[in-house]
């Protein structure tokens, strides 16, 4: 069964402070890593990664994703207050079907 | 904002009645997903259409649940005799295109689906 683990699964951090989130999975014929951040509605798209080593940036947030690790890392620096959300990581895998595997997510709260 | 569109955002039924969730994906979207989370779960993946198409279904219960995107209209999720183990966020997603085209999916707000 296709499975993705994110870790920790809560941070608590005060603002300015650098974050690494995590994830990992095992999946059959993996195509994509995806990243959301989740508030109190919709899950917000925030990168998509295919290529191993390949780093995606936006702001202070960035991603990258390493195939032979079955990882993936998102770092935010500076963090403010509006960075506590859920992060969420999901993959996408070959085949008919399109469906995303969500991980648990993890909880980040950005402290004044 | 010409976002993903879910209705109602909050949903109440008493046991053994139905509830109806609707989606309107993004413009010009059609490809249609739906989810479901569960307190302290993740998102779960229930079923995959295309206009007047199920692609995939794998995620959905075998009984009480159903699924449809018109050709014209809202996707509707249809859960009939509810339980209270239904009580969820349910989500839909829209991508402009499907397989092959690694288009990410765009989430609505979610319908919360309360069972007394």
């Known amino acids: 069964e296709d499975k993705v683990v994110q870790s920790p699964l809560s941070l608590v951090v005060h603002e300015g402070d650098t974050v690494t989130l995590n994830c990992s999975y095992e999946v059959t014929n993996f195509r994509s890593l995806l990243w959301y951040k989740q508030e109190k509605k919709a899950p917000t798209f925030l990168f998509m990664l295919t290529s191993s080593g390949i780093e995606k940036k936006s702001g202070r947030l960035s991603s990258i994703l390493d195939k032979k690790e079955l990882s993936s890392i998102l770092n935010i620096t500076a963090t403010q207050t509006g960075d506590s959300a859920i992060y969420l990581c999901a993959v996408r895998t070959q085949g008919g079907s399109e469906k995303l595997v969500f991980g648990k997510g993890t909880k980040l709260t950005v402290n004044p | 904002n010409a976002g993903v569109m879910q209705n109602p955002r909050h949903l109440v039924r008493r046991r053994g009645q139905e509830a109806r969730l609707r989606c309107s994906p993004m413009?010009?979207?059609?490809?249609v997903y739906w989810y479901r989370q569960l307190p302290e779960e993740g998102l779960k993946f229930m079923v995959y259409l295309q206009k007047e198409n199920i692609i995939d279904e794998s995620g959905m219960p075998k009984e009480r649940f159903s699924a449809e995107f018109p050709k014209e209209g809202p996707s509707i999720l249809r859960i009939q005799q509810v339980v209270r183990g239904d009580s969820a966020a349910y989500f839909c997603a829209s991508s402009e295109y499907g397989t092959g085209l690694g288009q990410p999916q765009h989430f609505g707000d979610g319908t919360r689906l309360s069972i007394l």
């Open positions: 413009k010009g979207h059609s490809h």
